[in-house]
């Protein structure tokens, strides 16, 4: 019944799905190839301006719960220990404790162990992610572009955030999943940053 109600009232936990990705649109390029952000799908890269990296940081700071497909999770497993490595600048050694205190979902049914305040779930993704939204928390990101896909076939994402990199890679895997039908969004924010990467954020019109 309290679901009901929070429904109803339009209490639901915001989602948003926001990764790095390339001007043609795919988030990595064939060979799941992340060569031309300079490092994770998601999350402060090599190759990005200290502006940019601390976005993204501050993001994962105000992050209630992030949502992981299985390749993504891989991706970012070298950065919980990246405060321990003797060259980590300051901004490194902050961006990986707050990513180690996020708190993280791994949908997967192939990985067989999470860590670092992770857990793991093997059932219907769409299920639990429509459980988790009705519950009481603070936002959440989806992450990872086959988990991120049927969550946008179910209705579920509330906003999408997109960081533009001046590249083309000519294919790979696309940041938007095909659709049964059209989404409307509303632009509510464009910033671009040093190096010429470009922040995009739109809400989902409900």
């Known amino acids: ?42 999350g402060p890269d090599a190759s990005s301006s200290d502006e940019l990296f601390q976005w993204w940081s ?19 497993s070298s950065w919980p220990t990246a405060d321990q490595r003797p060259n980590a600048t300051r901004a490194e050694v902050e961006f990986a404790r ?10 997967s049914s192939t990985v067989d162990k999470v860590d670092w305040n992770t857990r793991l779930v093997t059932g219907d993704a769409v299920a639990e992610i429509t459980r988790l939204k009705a519950e009481d928390g603070g936002p959440m990101d989806i992450v990872g572009a086959t ?18 990199h001046p590249v083309l890679v000519g294919g790979g895997t696309p940041f938007f999943a095909a659709l049964d039908s ?14 010429g990467m470009l922040l995009t954020r739109y809400e989902t019109r409900r």
């Open 1 to 42: 019944m309290y679901e009901i109600d929070r429904r109803e009232a339009g209490m639901m936990r915001k989602l948003t799905f926001g990764m790095n990705v390339t001007l043609d649109g795919y988030i990595a390029a064939p060979g799941d190839d992340l060569g031309w952000s300079g490092g994770e799908g998601e």
């Open 58 to 76: 501050d993001r994962v700071a105000a992050t209630g719960l992030a949502l992981y497909g299985r390749k993504v999770w891989e991706a970012m």
């Open 98 to 107: 707050r990513w180690r205190d996020m708190p993280k979902v791994v949908f």
């Open 147 to 164: 988990l991120a896909g049927a969550a946008m076939r179910a209705g579920l994402i509330d906003e999408y955030v997109l960081v533009t």
């Open 182 to 195: 059209w989404v409307k969004l509303n632009l509510v924010e464009t910033r671009t940053f040093p190096g």
